[in-house]
């Protein structure tokens, strides 16, 4: 029975916890163990009780456990490196990771720091968390995983077999550097401005808003052009960009985006995962990213006031 250890226990952690417990060995791990009955809203509406075995990284450590086939890392993009050290002394440096984070930030750090397998997951999976025993699967999405350098295409492959098994949809990509950096260019136009405005996705069609969206795509685009990030659905430039999040906003309209939920929460927000690397690479390439950066400021003063 191969063991995936979760790291992290939020919303997408307790999802793919629930989802594999049937099929493969699992265990949660945070910061403080979990009520080991837990909930699981389906899409459909069906609350689903099951035993999921959470445990905190000392409790892990003291067990002596079975080396795991995955560690999942499913922590916000921040916290990813220290969630990992936390448990440098206990796995193989071998193990594979997988890294479920937003933005682009965890992922080549950890990749070019850590010897074993780096996979990545880019997830339309919905859900949210209802307390410390509940999670609702709010919307059935597809995962792709892959590596940013393309050498553990089998590995990829294994993980994306286990996970549509499981019920969660996904498949092995050779591209998962385009597809983060297409997620990170869609939140970028989105989070920040509904996190520092406190309002739903939807809202940004709105007289008010569409001049923002518009001047913060702009910048996008020529960012990925740069990065060579191709243009999503055989698009061109700018145009195909601002469908694309027009599209999203429209699918999500009714949403509180990610950030606006750490907003609201008073957390650090992931700024740095989905601002950060705009900006670094507009920098790099000699680009203008006055729009970006007057976001990345504004989220910085928000911040330093919780
Ligand atoms: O992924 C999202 C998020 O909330 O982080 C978007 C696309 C903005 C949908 O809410």
């Given at each position: 029975m191969h063991t995936h250890w979760i790291l992290g226990p939020g919303a997408i952690g307790r999802l793919l916890a629930h989802s594999l417990t049937p099929f493969v060995d699992v265990a949660v791990i945070g910061r403080r163990a979990l009520p080991a009955r837990q909930l699981l809203t389906t899409p459909e509406g069906e609350v689903h009780a099951q035993h999921l075995t959470s445990l905190t990284a000392?409790?892990?450590?003291?067990?002596?456990?079975?080396?795991?086939?995955?560690?999942?890392?499913?922590?916000?993009?921040?916290?990813?490196?220290?969630?990992?050290?936390?448990?440098?002394?206990?796995?193989?440096?071998?193990?594979?990771?997988?890294?479920?984070?937003?933005?682009?930030?965890?992922?080549?750090?950890?990749?070019?720091?850590?010897?074993?397998?780096?996979?990545?997951?880019?997830t339309t999976e919905g859900a949210y968390l209802t307390g410390d025993d509940g999670v609702v699967h709010a919307g059935r999405g597809h995962t792709y995983v892959g590596d940013l350098?393309?050498?553990?295409?089998?590995?990829?492959?294994?993980?994306?077999?286990?996970?549509?098994?499981?019920?969660?949809?996904?498949?092995?990509?050779?591209?998962?550097?385009?597809?983060?950096?297409?997620?990170?260019a869609v939140n970028a136009a989105i989070n920040p401005l509904v996190a520092l405005h406190g309002v739903r996705n939807g809202e940004l069609r709105g007289d008010g808003f569409v001049n923002q969206v518009v001047a913060v795509v702009k910048e996008v685009a020529s960012i990925m052009l740069a990065e060579s990030?191709?243009?999503?659905?055989?698009?061109?430039?700018?145009?195909?960009?601002?469908a694309l999040v027009w599209q999203v906003i429209e699918s999500t309209a009714n949403n509180k985006a990610s950030m606006l939920q750490d907003v609201e929460a008073k957390r650090?927000?992931?700024?740095?995962?989905?601002?950060?690397?705009?900006?670094?690479?507009?920098?790099?390439?000699g680009l203008g990213c006055e729009v970006l950066q007057g976001l990345d400021d504004e989220l910085a003063v928000l911040e330093a006031s919780f």
């Open positions: 000392e409790q892990l450590a003291a067990d002596a456990p079975v080396p795991p086939a995955f560690v999942h890392i499913t922590t916000k993009a921040m916290a990813a490196e220290t969630a990992l050290e936390s448990l440098i002394s206990i796995i193989a440096p071998s193990t594979p990771l997988v890294l479920w984070q937003n933005g682009f930030y965890a992922q080549p750090l950890i990749t070019q720091t850590w010897p074993g397998p780096v996979l990545c997951a880019t350098n393309n050498q553990h295409s089998k590995l990829a492959e294994t993980l994306a077999k286990t996970l549509t098994q499981a019920g969660l949809a996904a498949t092995a990509v050779d591209d998962i550097r385009q597809r983060l950096w297409q997620k990170l990030i191709q243009p999503p659905n055989n698009g061109q430039g700018e145009e195909a960009w601002l650090p927000t992931e700024r740095g995962a989905i601002l950060g690397p705009l900006i670094e690479s507009a920098e790099r390439h």
